[in-house]
């Protein structure tokens, strides 16, 4: 199998860029049938979901809407801290059907968070949809009403998910080898 070195860690293929497609294809149906006629805004979170975001968004056959914003980052793997702010939001959520887009749900900590802090605006709901979830990890109550794939409690690189800002550009989705 195929396997790569980024620093000091070697990590292998675990989820192909074909699968990913297939996946992602799928999810996109299933949003733009639940969610027609409500002009969803898709609130990607950057830097880790530019790429599911984009691909994802381009299966959208509904009228919709996405906007990004940014949190606090992340550095090596293990979750450094909480994030309480969201940046960048230029879009009244009020009334609106937001469905936030994200790279990962690991420990659940930063969409807890997010989910607070969006509320204060009152929009008409919110949904979440993620690429990835660990749920060996989760440590808060949460509901992903869109999940692509349920992984181990491994680390992962690849399709906007980094190592230290490395590992985005890859194609396929990998983890930690060793
Ligand atoms: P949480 O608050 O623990 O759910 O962390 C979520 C954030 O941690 C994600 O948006 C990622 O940026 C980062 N993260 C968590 N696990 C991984 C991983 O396996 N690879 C890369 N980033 C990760």
Known sequence: M???KIYDKTFKVSISAEVIKKRVEELGKQISKEMEGRNP?????LNGSFIFGADLYREITIPSEITFVKLASYAGTVTTGIVSEVIGL?????GRDVIIVEDIVDTGLTMQQMLETLSLQNPA????????T?????QVPLTLDYVAFE???????GYGLDYDQQGRNLKDIYELAE
């Not at 805004?41 to 979170?45: D, E, G, H, P, R």
């Not at 660990?134 to 989760?138: A, D, G, Q, S, V």
């Not at 992984?151 to 690189?157: G, S």
């Open 2 to 4: 195929e396997s790569i």
């Open 41 to 45: 805004l898709f609130l990607a979170v």
């Open 90 to 94: 230029n879009v009244d959520l009020t």
């Open 125 to 132: 709901s919110v949904k979440i949809c993620t690429l990835l």
């Open 134 to 138: 660990k749920p060996e990890k989760l």
């Open 151 to 157: 992984i181990p409690n491994l680390f992962v690189v």
